[in-house]
Nanobody, 117 residues
């Protein structure tokens, strides 16, 4: 099991930037694929981005492609989500998750990102 703690959320004006962090502990973080998800009020949780354990592969939802960047530092057991050009529709609780095989089995508690319209 991996324990995950997100941080870095907050209120930012449209067009601004935030960097979310997800600190991991527990089973071998460096061998886990990691993902970021978000859930807006009244909506289902949706995929945002993922990164392979070696950081060699990344993948993004179309809605954030070109604006968000996922990265990781295995020496620090941390995964990041750099969010630029934020829009009101990016408002959500953001979660990081660790994959065990093909399943995201471990989740953080989430961090709120608010972009006023």
């Amino acid at each position: 099991q991996v324990q995950l703690v997100e941080s870095g959320g907050g209120l930012v004006q449209a067009g601004g930037s935030l960097r979310l962090s997800c600190a991991a502990s527990g089973r071998t973080f460096s061998r886990s694929h990691m993902g970021w998800f978000r859930q807006a009020p009244g909506k289902e949780r949706e995929f945002v981005a993922r990164i392979s354990w070696s950081a060699g592969n990344t993948y993004y939802a179309d809605s954030v492609k070109g604006r968000f960047t996922i990265s990781r530092d295995n020496a620090k057991n941390t995964v990041y989500l750099q969010m630029n050009s934020l829009k009101p529709e990016d408002t959500a609780v953001y979660y990081c998750a660790a994959a065990s095989g093909a399943i995201y089995s471990d989740w953080g508690q989430g961090t709120q990102v608010t972009v006023p319209s």
